[in-house]
Nanobody, 127 residues
């Protein structure tokens, strides 16, 4: 089963910046115009939570309140690529970050509607 692959996570210090990438594992993974692509994260011992999303057709972007003004989601449709630029990282941002696809753009913040999850990429922010 094709899925997305996240990369770019590493250990950083509070206040640092980091960019994450999300690309399909195979050409059989297709992102359609009606889709929304999302970034989620799972802190240690906690449930996955919504971070950011972007609609494929209109490039409309959504963010959870805790990352607004610090994180920027972007996409390159021709490459089925999604990026997450993270600035001013805080220890609370420490988590495994995942990218996934949701065919229903109206449920952009609902992780249960997403599919194509990869293994994630670990972001650790030290204080």
């Amino acid at each position: 089963q094709a899925h997305l692959v996240e990369s770019g996570g590493r250990l950083v210090q509070a206040g640092d910046s980091l960019s994450l990438s999300c690309t399909p594992s195979s050409e059989t993974f297709v992102i359609y115009a009606n889709d929304v692509m999302g970034w989620f994260r799972q802190p240690p011992g906690k449930e996955r939570e919504f971070v950011a999303a972007v609609t494929w057709r209109n490039n409309k972007k959504y963010y959870t309140d805790s990352v607004k003004g610090r994180f920027t989601i972007s996409r390159v449709n021709a490459e089925n690529a999604v990026y997450l630029q993270m600035n001013d990282l805080k220890p609370g941002d420490t988590a495994t970050y995942y990218c996934a696809r949701n065919p229903d753009k109206f449920t952009w913040n609902d992780g249960s509607k997403y599919a194509g999850w990869g293994q994630g990429t670990q972001v650790t922010v030290s204080s």
